[in-house]
């Protein structure tokens, strides 16, 4: 009976800790509130074909920083960045780019753009998915 127990426990243990490991996806799926400070809005959830993904800003970034870099996706999306406005930056994803079905994680080097004094807020971190 001791041995059925410890079973037990042990798989009760295992499926808390892969639970557990799991919850770290979400946290791109909703960004920490320490952002608040930095993005007022972004590009996110289901997404069409065409969309464009745009952030804009709580206050005003620096626009004199070349817009190559600072958006990164996985799986990789080719396209252009642009300022639109003082603060906001949109991508333009190449045509076909975004596939049907896909779940897509954004990256944003806020860094580059801001002074960023707590260094988990260097990155701004989301996702979109394709309907």
Same mark, same amino acid.
């Given at each position: 009976?001791?041995?059925?127990?410890?079973?037990?426990?042990?798989?009760?243990?295992?499926?808390?800790?892969?639970?557990?490991?799991?919850?770290?996806?979400?946290?791109? /799926?909703?960004?920490? @509130?320490?952002?608040?400070?930095?993005?007022?809005?972004?590009?996110?959830?289901?997404?069409?074909?065409?969309?464009?993904?745009?952030?804009? $800003?709580? @206050?005003? #970034?620096?626009? @004199?920083? #070349?817009?190559?870099?600072? $958006?990164? $996706? =996985? #799986? =990789?999306?080719?396209?252009?960045?642009?300022?639109?406005?003082?603060?906001?930056?949109?991508?333009?994803?190449?045509?076909? *780019?975004? /596939? *049907?079905?896909?779940?897509?994680?954004? /990256?944003?080097?806020?860094?580059?753009?801001?002074?960023?004094?707590?260094?988990?807020?260097?990155?701004?971190?989301?996702?979109? @998915?394709?309907?």
């Amino acid at each position: 009976m001791k041995t059925i127990s410890r079973i037990l426990a042990a798989l009760t243990a295992a499926a808390m800790l892969l639970l557990s490991c799991g919850r770290s996806n979400d946290d791109a /799926k909703n960004p920490s @509130s320490g952002f608040v400070d930095y993005v007022d809005a972004y590009t996110g959830g289901l997404i069409s074909e065409s969309s464009s993904v745009k952030i804009e $800003f709580a @206050s005003t #970034p620096d626009t @004199s920083v #070349p817009t190559d870099g600072l $958006f990164s $996706f =996985s #799986p =990789s999306l080719k396209g252009e960045a642009r300022w639109v406005g003082s603060k906001m930056i949109e991508f333009v994803p190449s045509e076909g *780019q975004l /596939k *049907q079905g896909r779940e897509y994680r954004g /990256k944003f080097a806020l860094d580059k753009i801001f002074e960023i004094g707590h260094p988990s807020l260097k990155t701004f971190e989301w996702t979109m @998915s394709r309907y």
